[in-house]
């Protein structure tokens, strides 16, 4: 396709988070964390978004890991159905790696090395065109010779300057090789690309940052000559001889298109004024300390971001561009509209002249431990346009996005993406604003519909106003008096009003016990409601979130219950929920129904969880009991994963809780542990001593096998104490 300027419009490309790093003797692998990662099916799906060129990694590392014979049989599969997608493939020999076994960066023979497996790669795959030997050699010997992350684990300059040498002498040796057997090979160099503000005082150290930041390029292009600002850097500080930097001068191969790498962290700020920031920020370079931040928690208003950046690099060396990776670990609207961000921003850039190609949505099935730069195994893991968590390949709707913009639609339609992203929202900046007498200009909120959230007095109602402000979600918070969801000519009003895009029902009858003999209100709010709200949901196509209750169980499984079991409540609250269930989804079967179980919050003092350390801190006794077993959740987190959920477009039923089984006994020992305060006084009790009126099931843990999940129970109690803390006096347990 292309624009009326006779150009080829922008292109959706795409890439799944490929690292295999070794820190120590310990290697990391991405493809390794996702059994089965680029699979037919998974292909077919990642075609389906109209991908038309996929990154695509045949890494040295997994191929050759003892650098002996090569095991071709994953590519081998892989990339034979990429070619029949009639998908382009851009082929990567190592991603942010040291090499197998026998060699490293610092290793002379490096270059040499991945030279003699890029012509094995070139003879098996003849018909591949494009390449990236190493991607990001700059980034990559920054982590490894300058920063310690990676091996060999360096803090100086003339081990960075060894790194970032050997991987570009690899680089051009590797596409000689290439290019014996494909003559018309091109290369497509990738790495990030950021820029560093910085106070006044610390400018000279900026400017020397964004040289710092062309190097790789500079060096594939043969700038590197005596007349390069960062000559006498590399020939004293790094200890480069003349005829190193020499040799790329007469060796040039520049890449036949520069791929940019642009991130959240990409633009950095520093600042002298080390108060101002904790101080696992603090650093410096030997003249200053001074503190190093993402500019984006800084800068106010802030930075252009990513059009000027592509603007300079066309500017600078003329060659085509595409940004190589884009993707952020964030809420799933900031997700959508930081793809968005970056799509426009080509656009713009184009516009000015810059021959932009293409925009990558990068680790399109998700990423694990970029949190800690892959430093530990530490199993967090960062959906993408898919989620694989569970298995299966659940799209979100980062995904429809994506097919909205591989299609040329102009607007892309989420009413998620009416409100800022959170690096333009005033709650980014990190203390005092950096630059004195700016006032911060978060960009104006494009009108949209809202979401409806009923039960406005409820703590969950309460909880997702509170999260949908924190989020940019434009939302309308509606207590009984307005909203009474039993009664359906209210409900058409509401709906004729604000025209919403989605209704959150946290609305509801709750006391338990109390429903015993209040049979027919329990019903009316927590059965019929419902049901009125997804038969006007369903006409007016708006999408539906209600919730129900682990006490739809009667407790005989003995084992978490999963969406597939069988409702059989003890009580008349569980039977008003397993109906409400069973009523709204078959009126609305696109309505999302969330089982969730014993609340526990930051945000409000009626659970289990804060009564227990309330009376524990006190020297109160507290009862609890010890046979009956529940799965606790945190509140905030429900109200998170819900929001992406709804934004998703999921449907069906659910379970979502902080995952663990335990007693209500347990649960108030271990918040108390967390919490440091004294659990001596906590007595364990049968449930039946507890004389409650409704009868509870013994067990109604939760258990989710859908691709959805939240962090573990003692993750969630850590943040909720860690809040709290304060609550929480005395009697406290001893230290040490």
Known sequence: MRSPTGRPELELWGGVECTVNRVGDRWFSQLDRMPGLLCREHLHRLADLGITTLRFPVLWERVMPDGETPDWSWSDERLEIVRELGITPIVGLVHHGSGPRHTSLVDPAFPDKLAAYAAQVAARYPWVRHYTPINEPLTTARFSGLYGFWYPHARDEPTFRTALLNQCRATVLAMRAIEQVVPDAQLVQTDDLGKTWSTPL????????????????????????????????????????????????????????????????????????????????????????????????????????????????????????????????????????????????????????????????????????????????????????????????????????????????????????????????????????????????????????????????????????????????????????????????????????????????????????????????????????????????????????????????????????????SPAPLNVYGRSKADAERRVLDRYPEALVVRTSAFFGPWDVHNFVHKALQALSSGALLEAASDVTVSPTYVPDLVNVCLNLLIDGEGGLCHLTNGEPVTWAELARRAARRARVDASRLVQRPGRALRMPARRPPYSALANTRTYSMPPLDDALGRYTQLTAAQWTLPREASG
């Open 202 to 565: 610390l400018a000279y150290q900026a400017t020397f940052n964004n040289h710092l930041r062309w190097l790789a390029w500079d060096l594939l292009c043969g700038r590197v000559d005596p007349a390069h600002p960062l000559w006498w850097w590399l020939t004293v500080r790094c200890r480069a001889s003349e005829d190193e930097l020499h040799w790329h001068t007469e060796h040039r191969r520049p890449p036949d298109l520069i791929g940019i790498n642009y991130y959240i962290t990409s633009e950095r700020f520093i600042d002298e004024r080390l108060e101002r920031y904790p101080p696992h920020l603090h650093g410096g370079n030997g003249r200053h300390r001074y503190a190093d931040i993402e500019a984006v928690r800084v800068l106010d208003p802030p930075s252009p971001g990513l059009q000027p950046l592509l603007e300079e690099t066309w500017a600078r060396y003329g060659i085509p561009l595409a940004v190589t990776e884009a993707h952020i670990d964030a809420t799933r609207e900031d997700q959508m509209r930081w793809v968005a961000e970056i799509w426009q921003a080509a656009q713009r850039a184009r516009a000015t002249g810059a021959d932009v190609r293409a925009v990558t949505a990068w680790g399109l099935l998700g990423v694990y431990d970029w949190n800690c730069l892959v430093t530990q195994d530490c199993g967090y893991y960062e959906s993408g346009a898919f989620d694989m968590r569970g298995g299966t390949l659940r799209p979100t709707a980062v995904a429809a996005l994506l097919r909205q913009l591989a299609r040329g639609e102009p607007e892309p339609a989420h009413p998620a993406l009416a409100g800022n992203g959170w690096w333009r929202r005033p709650g980014r900046l990190l203390g005092t604003s950096a630059r004195e007498g700016r006032t911060e200009q978060s960009a104006v909120r494009r009108p949209g519909p809202p979401i409806l959230i009923t039960g406005g007095r409820g703590t969950l109602g309460q909880a997702f106003a509170r999260v949908c402000a924190e989020r940019d979600l434009h939302c309308v918070l509606l207590e009984r008096s307005e909203l009474d969801i039993a009664d359906p000519e209210a409900i058409e009003r509401v709906l004729d009003r604000y025209q919403p895009w989605a209704i959150i029902n946290a609305a509801g009858y709750v006391r338990v016990d109390d429903a015993e003999r209040d049979e027919e209100r329990c019903f009316r709010e927590n059965t019929f409601g419902p049901e009125r709200l997804a038969v006007a949901c369903a006409r007016h196509r708006c999408r539906l979130l209600t919730f129900s209750s682990d006490l739809v169980f009667d407790g005989r499984k003995r084992a978490p219950y999963v969406e597939s079991d």
